[in-house]
């Protein structure tokens, strides 16, 4: 059974940093992508980053040069570090993963697992 389980949510003010990680059980597929989401409160989920076996990687344009997602290798830790964070960044943080190849989409409905979400909360 796969199972995501996120950490490294937190509360920090505007232009501060937080890195958030993605831990796989049951997961061995080799060939994947990967990619965290967003959903703030009255707002629909929107992808932030994605990446994919081969160290592909995509960003939303408002978290370009401040988020970066990584991953050493398919059995190591999703991670996103988020720097300068914004108030607009707040909100509920998820990662996903899929059993296909890249590139790296950033739909949701294109990925099948999910985990719980880590919060995130930026104050001004």
């Known amino acids: 059974q796969v199972e995501l389980v996120e950490s490294g949510g937190g509360s920090v003010q505007a232009g501060g940093s937080l890195r958030l990680s993605c831990r796989a059980s049951?997961?061995?597929?080799?060939?994947?992508?990967m990619g965290w989401f967003r959903q703030a409160p009255g707002k629909e989920r929107e992808g932030v980053a994605g990446?994919?076996?081969?160290?592909?990687?995509v960003y939303i344009d408002s978290v370009k040069g401040r988020f970066t997602v990584s991953r050493a290798n398919a059995k190591d830790p999703l991670y996103l570090v988020m720097n300068n964070l914004k108030t607009e960044d707040t909100a509920m943080y998820y990662c996903a993963a899929r059993w296909e190849r890249g590139p790296p989409p950033l739909g949701g409905y294109q990925y099948r697992f999910w985990g719980q979400g880590t919060q995130v909360t930026v104050s001004s």
């Open positions: 049951g997961y061995t597929y080799s060939e994947d992508c």
């Open positions: 990446i994919d076996s081969d160290g592909n990687t």
